[in-house]
Nanobody, 116 residues
């Protein structure tokens, strides 16, 4: 079992920045991947960014160049730095991890609201 605790969401103006953090309850150094999905009202959950065991990032086209994902294995934490935020980035951001291909765990979600 892995518990994930997100932090860093909030309200920000168009063009602003936020940094999300996701802390895991145990070591993440060997985890397949960790990352973030988001869900806007009335829309499906979509992948925002993920980072693999070796540190390779995978970032969605809609946020590429604005969002950066990173991990700190010593703190069992993954970060999502979000710059140049737009109103369409509004939604609930969920941290996830799949330590192995057959396992997936989710955080409780954190609200990000970008006002125009």
């Amino acid at each position: 079992q892995v518990q994930l605790v997100e932090s860093g969401g909030g309200l920000v103006q168009d063009g602003g920045s936020l940094r999300l953090a996701c802390a895991a309850s145990r070591s993440i150094s060997s985890f397949n991947a960790m990352g973030w999905y988001r869900q806007a009202p009335g829309k499906q959950r979509e992948l925002v960014a993920r980072i693999f065991t070796g540190g390779e990032p995978d970032v969605a086209g809609s946020v590429k160049g604005r969002f950066t994902i990173s991990r700190d294995n010593a703190k069992n934490t993954v970060f999502l730095q979000m710059n140049s935020l737009k109103p369409e980035d509004t939604g609930v951001y969920y941290c996830y991890t799949n330590p192995r291909a057959s396992e997936v765990y989710w955080g409780q979600g954190t609200q990000v609201t970008v006002s125009s």
